[in-house]
């Protein structure tokens, strides 16, 4: 994990992000990706009203993630870590 120095928060690698179905159509679009080297769930947040984005992340649920699959529903999340960054993978 790094350290933005400006914002000083978390920075992390996350896989594609996906919609739930539930989630689709709203005026706050919530999307999740993994971070599976650092073991983080990113839930990216995009408010069409005010046109802003915002990510936080969160530890991996208690049981682990076993089964991901954030396109059928929301996925189980752990404790809030608190807002992060990301990069985009390569």
Not at 47 to 73: D, F, L
């Amino acid at each position: 994990m790094s350290t933005t120095k400006e914002q000083g928060m978390a920075t992390y690698n996350p896989s594609t992000f996906h919609t739930p179905s539930e989630c689709q159509g709203q005026m706050i679009l919530v999307s999740y990706a993994l971070d599976d080297e650092l073991e983080v769930i990113v839930a990216r947040s995009e408010n069409w009203n005010t046109q802003t984005t915002s990510y936080t992340a969160y530890s991996y649920p208690v049981a682990g993630v076993e089964e991901w699959s954030p396109w059928n529903s929301v996925p189980e999340l752990g404790p809030e870590i608190g807002p992060c960054a990301i990069t985009e993978r390569l």
